[in-house]
């Protein structure tokens, strides 16, 4: 998302999103709200991706949960009470919490979140409660948040359900935690939108290297891959820098917190969610941080370099 540059919002405009959603896994089937028509409005400010436009959107107000139904328009908020609650994002951080609709205290639910750039999915990385989430976009304006998601019907069997928001504004919410200050440095560009110059090229795993800087890639094989990334739709997939094949490593990423932190979440074979901080990234080198093995295999902080790839493979994406 483009956090560096400013920007107004679209006040009063409705994005209305159909499409399907669930934890960790897509489904490519799509549904008409209530059986109504409905279109997708375009961006019109040539300059933005639609999914930076909900994101302000979204961040502008906390929501509280209303209802949720099903595509009956059948009244299913007492069998899924548990996606009724209040809830903050911070635009600045990507950060999000969730709170209790009746205390307003935390539910002690939070962590990093991103809108796809497609403006077709909200992510949840819970930094808390060690879960992952994809939900699909349906309806979001200034004045309400719908989303779909798995739920319960009136018999406790699985179904696809809708969760209304709007507005809170009782209250100001206020963060537990937030998110950690992350130092900035002279080589993460701050003029370019993150997600943008990783989208820009095919990147290659070159080393991995411990605090002191001594190369311990040779422990850490399983970082060093061959990274697609696409801007437009925040996709990404990770393959054999050998063999060109899948890594069974694929889905959604972003680069959130003025170019500070990679964030994605993988609904491949292993589905897992990460936000790693970088402490490189430009058009020719972007490095992250995170636990990997020294010799003896023990966890350490290890810092994953990458380059620009200049092979021949031409990777395309799996899902």
């Known amino acids: 998302m483009r956090k560096l540059l400013s920007y107004s919002l679209l006040v009063g405009t409705s994005f209305l999103l ?13 549904q008409n709200v209530n059986n109504q028509n409905s279109s997708v409005q375009k961006n019109t400010q040539k300059d933005l991706l639609q999914g930076e436009v909900l994101e302000t959107i979204l961040t502008n107000t906390d929501w509280q949960g209303t209802r ?13 009470a548990e996606f009724i609650g209040l809830a903050k994002y911070d635009k ?29 999915k909200r992510i949840l990385i819970s930094k808390t409660k060690d879960y ?16 779909k998601r798995e739920g319960k019907d009136k018999n406790g069997q699985p179904i696809d ?41 095919l990147w ?24 697609k990334f696409e801007n437009t739709t925040s ?3 990770f393959f054999d820098l050998e063999t060109g094949e899948s890594r069974n490593d694929f889905g959604y990423y ?35 941080k995170r636990q990997g093995k020294d010799a003896s295999g023990k966890e350490i902080t290890v810092f994953v370099e990458h380059e620009p790839y200049k092979g021949d493979i031409i990777p395309e994406f799996t899902f």
């Open 18 to 30: 159909v499409a399907c959603t669930a934890n960790i896994k897509d489904d490519d089937t799509t």
């Open 68 to 80: 949720v139904y099903d595509s009956e328009n059948n009244d299913l908020t007492e069998e899924n």
């Open 92 to 120: 600045q951080t990507n950060y999000y919490e969730f709170f209790d609709k009746d205390t307003g205290n935390s539910r002690g639910d939070e962590g990093t979140f991103f809108i796809t750039n497609d403006g077709e």
């Open 132 to 147: 992952q989430a994809i939900v699909s976009l349906v309806e979001l304006t200034d004045e309400i948040f719908t989303y």
């Open 161 to 201: 359900v809708f969760v209304e928001h709007k507005p809170y504004t009782e209250k100001a919410l206020s963060f537990t935690n937030g998110r950690s200050n992350i130092e900035k440095n002279s080589k993460i560009e701050q003029k370019i939108p993150g997600s943008e110059i990783l989208g820009n090229t």
């Open 204 to 227: 290659n795993g070159t080393k991995v290297l411990d605090e002191h800087g001594k190369d311990i890639t040779e422990f850490n094989q399983m970082f060093i891959s061959l990274a």
């Open 235 to 237: 996709k990404y997939e």
């Open 254 to 288: 972003d680069v959130i917190a003025d170019n500070t932190i990679r964030a994605h979440v993988s609904i491949g074979e292993n589905k897992y969610g990460v936000d790693l901080e970088l402490t490189e990234l430009n058009k020719d080198r972007f490095t992250y």
